[in-house]
Nanobody, 127 residues
Framework: EVQLVESGGGLVQAGGSLRLSCAASGFTFDDYAIGWFRQAPGKEREGVSGISKNDGNTYYADSVKGRFTFSSDNAKNTVYLQMNSLKPEDTAVYYC????????????????????WGQGTQVTVSS
């Protein structure tokens, strides 16, 4: 059974940083694409960042490019989202998700291709 567990959310002031973690189990890490998504109150869930583990293709939403960095620790089956220069508009519940599809480009940010989801972690950025 695929399991994804996020952690690391919290309350931070604008301009601050947070690092989210997503611990994965129940599947072969290198065969999956992993994505980070977020959903703000009253808004649709959107793709933030993603990586195709088999070839290293990465995706970042325009709104986070240059501020967020996706990384992974294969030995720990864990991926991270380092979020710097946070803005109030980054406030949302952040989810990690896994996809068995071979994804690249903008598909790494398309939730329709992801079928396993974590429970989410709240990130709140105060102004």
């Amino acid at each position: 059974e695929v399991q994804l567990v996020e952690s690391g959310g919290g309350l931070v002031q604008a301009g601050g940083s947070l690092r989210l973690s997503c611990a994965a189990s129940g599947f072969t890490f290198d065969d999956y694409a992993i994505g980070w998504f977020r959903q703000a109150p009253g808004k649709e869930r959107e793709g933030v960042s993603g990586i195709s583990k088999n070839d290293g293709n990465t995706y970042y939403a325009d709104s986070v490019k240059g501020r967020f960095t996706f990384s992974s620790d294969n030995a720990k089956n864990t991926v991270y989202l380092q979020m710097n220069s946070l803005k109030p508009e980054d406030t949302a519940v952040y989810y990690c998700a896994a996809s068995a599809f071979r994804l690249s480009g903008s598909r790494l940010g398309n939730l329709a291709f992801f079928n396993s989801w974590g429970q989410g972690t709240q990130v709140t950025v105060s102004s």
